[in-house]
C-alpha cells in the first residue's frame, strides 16, 4: 500500500475492530480520516486511533525539504480492542511530544537512561490519557508502551507490572548487546520477560528498547487485512458494510490529502460533522490546536 501520486505514504484506506498507535521518531505524518478530521504530526508526537465500527485514513508523508532527504522513522503499533467495544465509534487523539513524561536517570559515572512513557504509569509519571475505548483506558489491563535509551555502560532496572497476569516483552531494535538480568541479547531481538519482579538491564553500548506490556484479552481473534475482529463470520460483515458505506464515505477531494509546506503541527478534531457529499470536504466544528516547531 506503500505508494502516492505526489508524496509517498498510505492514501485512505479502511480498519475495523482495533487501535493503531503511531510513534513517529523523525519525520511528519499527514492524516485525514472519513470523519474529516486532520493532522500533522511528528518529531516524537504520537497519534492514538481508535478504529472502532469503522474508519478510513491516509497517512502521507509531506516532503518539505525540497533540497535535502526527508527521513522518517515510526513505529505503528496495532492494539486490539475487546469484544464488547469493536463497534464503538472511531476516535483519535494526538500525545504531543512536549506532553510526554521522560524519565531521566544518570548513573554516577555520567550515563543516563531516558524512558518515554507513551502508555502506562511509571513511578509518578503519569501519560497522556488514551482514548476512552481503548483497552488501554482499562485499569486492569495494565497495558504499558515505554521507549527505553541506555547510553554506553548504563544500567537500570525495570520495576514489575502491576499485575501478575500481564505479558511484557522487550525489542531490542537499536544498537544492542544489551544484558537483561545476565542474559546476553543481541540487536533485533525481543524477548519475553517475567512481568511479577524486577529486571536488570545493562547496556554495553547507546542501545534502544521499546517496552510493551499489557494483561491479554484471552479472547478469539480474527483477522484479515486492515480488519481485526473475533470470528471470520465478523470479518467478511467488515468487507460488506465497507463495500456498503464505505465507513462514512470520504470528505477529502483526492485518496491522498497533503497540508500544505509550512511545517506546522497540529490537529483538527472533529466536533459535530454535518452531512457530507462525496469528494468534497464539508466538517462541522473543528477543535483546532497548532503546535509551534
Do not use: C
Not at 467495544?85 to 537512561?113: T, Y
Amino acid at each position: 500500500m506503500y505508494h502516492g501520486d505526489t508524496v509517498p505514504g498510505f492514501p485512505g484506506h479502511p480498519h475495523r475492530g482495533f487501535e493503531t498507535v503511531t510513534i513517529v521518531r523523525r519525520g511528519l505524518i499527514d492524516h485525514s480520516d472519513s470523519l474529516g478530521a486532520a493532522a500533522r504530526f511528528g518529531r516524537g508526537d504520537v497519534q492514538w486511533l481508535t478504529a472502532g465500527k469503522g474508519i478510513v485514513h491516509s497517512e502521507m508523508f509531506p516532503l518539505l525539504e525540497r533540497e535535502r532527504k526527508n527521513p522518517l522513522e515510526l513505529f505503528q503499533i496495532w492494539l486490539n480492542l475487546p469484544q464488547a467495544d469493536k463497534m464503538v465509534a472511531p476516535h483519535f487523539s494526538m500525545l504531543w511530544d512536549g506532553d510526554i513524561p521522560r524519565l531521566r536517570v544518570e548513573g554516577d559515572d555520567g550515563a543516563v537512561v531516558e524512558v518515554t512513557v507513551i502508555a502506562g504509569r511509571l513511578g509518578d509519571l503519569q501519560p497522556p490519557s488514551p482514548p476512552p475505548s481503548s483497552w488501554a483506558s482499562r485499569t486492569d489491563s495494565d497495558l504499558a508502551i515505554w521507549h527505553i535509551v541506555l547510553d554506553p555502560g548504563a544500567t537500570w532496572t525495570l520495576p514489575p507490572a502491576e499485575r501478575d497476569d500481564a505479558t511484557r516483552v522487550l525489542y531490542v531494535f537499536e544498537g544492542g548487546n544489551l544484558d537483561v538480568d545476565s542474559e546476553h541479547i543481541g540487536p533485533a531481538t525481543g524477548v519475553r520477560v517475567d512481568p511479577t519482579r524486577e529486571v536488570r538491564l545493562i547496556a554495553s553500548e547507546r542501545t534502544e528498547v521499546l517496552m510493551l506490556q499489557a494483561r491479554p484479552l484471552n479472547e478469539q481473534v480474527a483477522q484479515y487485512g486492515p480488519f481485526v475482529m473475533n470470528t471470520r463470520a465478523e470479518i467478511e460483515q467488515a468487507f460488506a458494510d465497507y463495500q456498503r458505506t464505505r465507513f462514512g464515505g470520504w470528505p477529502w477531494d483526492r485518496d491522498d490529502p497533503v497540508h500544505g509546506f509550512d511545517g506546522e503541527r497540529f490537529a483538527e478534531h472533529l466536533v459535530a460533522a454535518e452531512q457530507r457529499k462525496p469528494a468534497r470536504r464539508i466538517m462541522g466544528k473543528l477543535e483546532k490546536r497548532t503546535i509551534r516547531n
